[in-house]
């Protein structure tokens, strides 16, 4: 059930109108509607979410995650606007705040010419305080990927889709997940390949393939899968996958420097990546890495 603050957003069913599809994320498809109470297409527009399949285990989830999304209020995550119970009040609806500009991949792949190191720094400082955020709130993301990163504007970036997060119980510092799913690997920890361990350090290493994508304009020739593939062998299937990933990390193998990378960046990346998940910077660390190179930056531009 949710609660009285989470209860006052309804949005009747009858006045959201869907204009498009804006895409998937787990297990769910997003919309754009217009909530348009006044008949008069005055509404505002929001992005509404919707289980595609009503499994129950599906539907359990996707409550978790509206509880998730609710109780999350930072600039750099994506706004919960409330909830629309369809007809039956069997499936519900999530509606959020819409984000023009879309997913940073295609808005990287369309802006890669005008995009600069000081605004793919500005983003990564973005999503590392709102990841900062999520860790306070003992909440372990999961799936910190681009294609779950929103564009707000040409000076904002969010967090997106928290169909995978998880609360890390308060006596342990790190969440075990039984299923495996639809498992994003490329992006996983070792700990999270070998063990299902998944912690704020896990997402950490995320971060940094977030930033291998981001400083490879998320071009799709250079994305996390298709360069690991290129190492451990495009003809190797199913879980054997992880399990050859995981042995070229042990023996230190690592993503490589996107072309024109700036080396304090790449170091960031490669500190992300370091295999023992306490020898991994905090997002705090990272915040003030990300800080001094803006700084350089500045410095630079300044000659
Ligand atoms: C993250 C995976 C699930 N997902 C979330 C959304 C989403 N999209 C948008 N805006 C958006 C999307 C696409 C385009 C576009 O031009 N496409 C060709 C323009 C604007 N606002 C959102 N607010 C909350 C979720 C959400 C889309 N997919």
């Not at 959020?96 to 940073?104: A, Q, V």
Request: hydrophobic residues 35%; charged residues 25%; aromatic residues 10%.
């Amino acid at each position: 059930a949710l609660s009285k603050q989470q209860q006052n957003e309804v949005y009747e069913e009858r006045h959201l109108k869907f204009i498009s599809s804006l895409g998937k994320g787990n297990f769910g498809r997003v919309d754009l509607c217009r909530y348009d109470p006044l008949g008069d297409n005055t509404g505002e527009l929001v992005a509404v979410k919707q289980l595609q399949s009503n499994k129950q285990s599906n539907m359990a989830d996707f409550q978790k995650e509206i509880q998730t999304i609710s109780s999350l209020h930072c600039d750099y995550i994506v706004k919960y606007r409330g909830i629309c119970y369809s007809a039956g009040r069997l499936s519900m609806r999530l509606v959020m705040e819409f984000l023009p500009f879309g997913s940073l991949i295609s808005y990287m792949e369309k802006n890669k010419l005008i995009i600069t190191t000081r605004r793919m720094l500005l983003f990564s400082s973005q999503i590392c305080k709102g990841m900062e955020y999520l860790q306070n709130l003992h909440y372990v993301h999961r799936d910190l990927a681009a294609r779950n990163i929103l564009v707000s504007s040409d000076t904002l970036v969010k967090i997106a889709d928290f169909g995978l997060t998880k609360i890390v119980p308060l006596n342990k510092d790190y969440y075990r997940v039984t299923q495996s799913g639809e498992s994003p690997i490329f992006w996983y920890a070792p700990e999270s390949l070998s063990e299902y361990k998944f912690s704020h350090k896990s997402d950490v290493w995320s971060f940094g393939v977030l930033l291998h994508e981001l400083f490879s304009y998320c071009e799709l020739s250079r994305n996390p899968k298709r360069l690991s593939l290129h190492r451990i062998g495009c003809d190797i299937q199913g879980a054997m996958m992880a399990v050859h990933l995981f042995n070229a990390l042990r023996e230190d193998w690592r993503l490589p420097a996107p072309p024109m990378c700036p080396p304090k960046v790449f170091s960031m990346m490669m500190q992300c990546w370091a295999f023992n998940s306490e020898d991994r910077p905090s997002f705090s660390y990272l915040q003030d890495l990300i800080e001094s190179s803006l700084q350089e930056e500045r410095d630079g531009a300044k000659g």
